[in-house]
């Protein structure tokens, strides 16, 4: 199956901007979807591939994408934020869907 | 709401099988596909396999086929995931994640269960 490669932390001062990444060939094909997870908690959505955030998603995450390159962006980043970020998609093999694998996001 | 609530959490011994269930409320139970997918301890996500609610068919992630078997039941909009042949690098919660097609949304992983913790062990 395909692979997606996030960087494995990164932070972001109260308040400004981040810009979380996820790199594979399936994003050539498909959109990445973005999750949230925080420690011993279920994962959640909080962007999908269509740029799309469901309901009591905080308008400061977005998405971009750009060739085998999405991203997640955190605009004026709060300490609630303070979380693991996953990145997924369609896997262009034969798995359904494919994972990066993580990137753990610090709010200082 | 939507809601994904499974089953409690296991401990089995090496060899043995875990049967996960995941009951499902809040939406048309056979419009939407089922995926499972599995996180080990401190580590990321990794997809098992997936089952349609509608006809049954499966397609199961290489890795797990031969071991893994998932259902459903209709009547009781509930889907299930055993696991065979366990061994400790299974450790790991579960996850049921209704698998969703839309307009809006796309492709996605939009609703998980809670997760059920599964601990094999001698």
């Known amino acids: 199956s395909s692979e997606l490669t996030q960087d494995p932390a990164v932070s972001v001062a109260l308040g400004q901007t981040v810009r979380i990444t996820c790199q594979g060939d399936?994003?050539?094909?498909?959109?990445a979807n973005w999750f949230q997870q925080k420690a011993g908690q279920a994962p959640l959505l909080v962007i999908s591939?269509?740029?799309k955030r469901p309901p009591g998603i905080p308008d400061r995450f977005s998405g971009a994408n750009s060739g085998n390159t999405a991203s997640l962006i955190i605009t004026g980043a709060q300490a609630e934020d303070e979380a693991d970020y996953y990145c997924?998609?369609?896997?262009?093999?034969?798995?359904?869907?494919?994972f990066g694998g993580g990137t753990k996001l610090t709010v200082l | 709401q939507v809601q994904l609530v499974q089953s409690g959490p296991e401990v089995k011994k090496p060899g043995a099988s875990v049967k996960v269930s995941c009951q499902t409320s809040?939406?048309?139970?056979?419009?939407?596909?089922l995926s499972w997918v599995r996180q080990a301890p401190g580590q990321g996500f990794e997809w098992m396999g997936w089952?349609?609610?509608?006809?049954?068919?499966?397609n199961y992630a290489q890795k797990f086929e031969g071991r893994v078997t998932m259902t459903t039941d209709t009547s009781s909009s509930t889907a299930y995931m055993e696991l065979g042949s366990l061994r400790s690098d299974d450790t790991a919660v579960y996850y049921c994640?209704?698998?969703?097609?839309?307009?809006?949304?796309?492709?996605?992983?939009?609703?998980w269960g809670q997760g059920t913790r599964v601990i094999v062990s001698s």
């Open positions: 994640v209704r698998d969703s097609i839309s307009f809006l949304y796309g492709l996605v992983l939009d609703y």
């Open positions: 809040g939406y048309h139970f056979l419009s939407y596909g």
């Open positions: 089952t349609s609610a509608y006809n049954g068919n499966t």
């Open positions: 399936s994003l050539t094909t498909y959109r």
């Open positions: 591939g269509k740029n």
């Open positions: 997924n998609s369609r896997d262009s093999g034969p798995d359904h869907w494919v």
